[in-house]
């Protein structure tokens, strides 16, 4: 492993944890980078140490070389370590006596590694839930309020779960079961309920398994594994015979960069929840909207939920004046699946109808919901567009309104993906 860093106490701490992980058991490529880059430590292994690197996979090749293989006793749970509420730095209040010393040693590095890059400040405070608070100084209340018509939970009961390439990050799954399974939602850690950007950072590092009896879910760090942005074809969670966490060598963009899939979001999901533009996203989960479809009245489109780490399977329900639509994904791949999705409930309230009817009703829901999103997106795409606001110009913008810039970049990619479905 080589450390890139000019901050010989970043070099010291990543070293540390690094050693302590080798010499308990852990795994670590020879050839693994850590790059430092102000308040980013992104992973990177030579193209060339990955022989399927050429091969343009979604997902890691079940030979590809490991990456990373971090025994299970090393992960650490930090649940109820009381972590102090801060805008600029990470702190616990806990006792530490339920830790192995292996554990204290990578706790105290981690803590002191973030707190040396500046993260809780830098990247902490740029999540959107914090950048778009109304207390914040350059809170930006039309772009929420567009927002939450869209997702209607955002900044209430959201939680982040990463921040990607501005800075490393990982919110692992609790035990995926399968390499290709994506994992499962997030549960709740009343000890980390608490919304200042330190608990966001924390949060964002989390994996999550039940604890025994009444102790509830336990939240834990992942050692090395922390250090890995996501991607949305990046590699996957898999593990060992004996219970260690392997993540394997694999390389989804043309750059040296490894990343880790930790959930799976349209453009706007990951823009809320880890703060960037993901131009690799396929797909555009639905906003929240409502439309009349004659003859079947009120249809009523329900929003993801910002800290949903995978998409809720898609679902159709017959209300009383219409139908409610929940976990709907549009994508241009799976255009025929969701419209015989669509067209089953239709069949049911319209038994009679004959199939050519049938299928051109579901032919004007599918554009309907597409319609409702396009309408969506070009809104938030003109309210981000230069010379909104009281700025006249992107660089002028970005201070003022810092989300925007990002915004409009995921308001066109959604377009994109969208006008694929027309």
Known sequence: MHVVSDDPEVLRLVTLIADTVTSNGGVIHPDLVVNHDGASLLLSVPRGANPFAGEQLDKPHPQAPALLIIPNQLHIPVTNLGWVPS???????????????????????????????????????????????????????????????????????????????????????????????????????????????????????????????????????????????????????ERTDDGAWLIRVHHPTPSDQVFVRYNRADALGVALALGYFEPDARFVASVACEFELAPIGRVRVHGVSTSRRRLPAPRVERTDDGLALSGVVLEHRRREALAMLLAMPLRSMLADAPAAEIESLTGRLLAALVAANVDFFTRLAELCSPGQGAATDADALAPTRPLRPMMGLVAARQLELLAELD
């Open 87 to 237: 805008e600029d730095h990470l702190a616990y209040r806990g006792g530490t006596e339920h830790l192995t010393e292996p554990q204290r040693t990578i706790l105290d590095a981690m803590v002191a590694l973030f707190n040396a890059v500046d993260k809780v400040r830098v990247i902490g405070q740029r999540y959107a839930q914090h950048a778009l608070d109304d207390d914040a100084a350059d809170s930006d209340p039309e772009l929420l309020a567009l927002i939450r018509e869209a997702r209607p939970g955002f900044g209430r009961t959201s939680a982040p779960t990463g921040n990607g390439p501005a800075g490393e990050s990982t919110a692992p799954p609790s035990d995926p079961g399968s390499t290709d399974a994506p994992p499962p939602h997030r549960r709740t850690h009343p000890d980390l309920s608490g919304d200042s950007p330190a608990h966001t950072v924390v949060r964002s590092r989390l994996r999550s398994e039940m604890g025994e009896g009444d102790e509830g879910p336990i939240g834990l760090f992942m050692p090395m594994i922390d250090l890995l942005n996501h991607h949305p074809y990046g590699s996957r969670y």
